[in-house]
C-alpha cells in the first residue's frame, strides 16, 4: 500500500472556519442535526474522519449524502478503518467467503445489510461469489468510492487521520495500519510539530473517571480527539470540533449532539457523594460474588476491588465475565423539576446524563418530556 499516494495536502490560509466530525457511523439524522447546530456554511472547511460508514442504522443513507457533499472542493472525506475494512472485502472476489463469517458475527448493523436488503436478496439462497458479484455490479459507485478516499491530509499547522501516526519524525512514512487504526493514540504520542486530529478511539476510553464521550484538547501533546462513541456505546455521542483562523490567532471549541430521550425528575434523589473510577475495557473483567435483582455484587479482576454492577452490562465469553459498556457505580443527585437525558432503562434504573455525567436513577422517579 502506497501511503503518501493517498495523503493530500491544502496551502494555508489566513482565515478560515473549519469542522471536523469523525464516527458518525451510520448515524444519519444526528449528522444531520450536527450540521445545522454547527451552521455549516458553504465557504467553511468540512472535514470527516472516517468511520461514517457500519455499526449503525442508516449507512447507505449516508454514503449516498456524502459522495454528494464530497464533489465540493471544501468537503473532504478521508477513509477509517471501517471504509478500508469494506473496501477490503469488496475489492477482491476472493474475499467473498470473509463477507459471510462477518455477516454472520458482527453484533451491529452493516451497509451489507442496506445493500441487500435493497437488492431483496436472502444470502442464504445465493453462493458467497455471485453475492460479491451481484453487489459490485449495483453499487461499484460507491465500492469504488470508499476504495479511493485519502486517508490523510495535511493543513495549516492540522494533520487529519481517521487513527494516529507512527512516533517518527516524517508522519507520512506512517504505516497504513496506525493511520486508519492506531488503538490508544493518545497515550503514545507523535514527534510531528503540528497538531494530529483524530477520531477511531472514543474519547472516553481514556477518562478513568468519566464516562462522556466529549472531545480531548491537548494543546501539550498536539492531540485532539473527537470520536464521541455514536454507535459503540450506550453512552455515545457525536462531536463536531470547529477550528477558527483569523491570522495568527486560532479559535478551538467543540460541539456536540446526541439522541437521547429528555425526562423530568419529579421525585428528589440523594445520588453518590463521589464518582467512582470506571470500569471499562480493558480492564473490565469481573468476578461475580452475589447475584442480586438489579445490581450484582461484582469483583473486578485486576485490583480485587468490589463493585455493584447492572445486571444487563454483565456479559459472558465462555472463559469469564466482563461488563461490555464503560460502567460506573455511580447514582445521580437531582433536584425535582431537573431535567437528565435518558441513554437507556435496565430494568427498575436509567442510565442518564446530568451536567455531563453518567448515573443511575430508579425510573420511578422521572418522567419522559418527548
Known sequence: MDVKSRIIELPPEEKY????????????????KLIEKVKLEKKDYLILLGDFIEKGPRSKKLLEEIKKISKHK???IISGNCEAFISYLMKDINNCEKIYKYMETKPYRSIFDDWIDELNININEITPAKLHTKINNTYKDDVNFISTLPIGLEFDKFIFVHGGIDHIHNWKD???RTILACDEFYKKGHKSDKTVIVGHWPTSNYKNFSGNGDVIIDEKKRIICIDGGYGVKIKGQMNALIIEKNGKDYNIFSEKIDDFTRYKVIEKNRGSEKI??????PYNKIKIIEKKEEFSLCERIYNRERINVKNELIKYDGKEYYCDQDYQEYFLTVNKGDQVRVAGIYGKYALARFKDEYGWIETKKIARLE
Open 17 to 32: 472556519r473549519l469542522i471536523v466530525m469523525s464516527d458518525i457511523h451510520g448515524g444519519f439524522n444526528l449528522y444531520k
Open 74 to 76: 471544501n468537503r473532504i
Open 174 to 176: 506512517s504505516s497504513f
Open 276 to 281: 467512582p473510577e470506571k470500569l471499562g475495557w
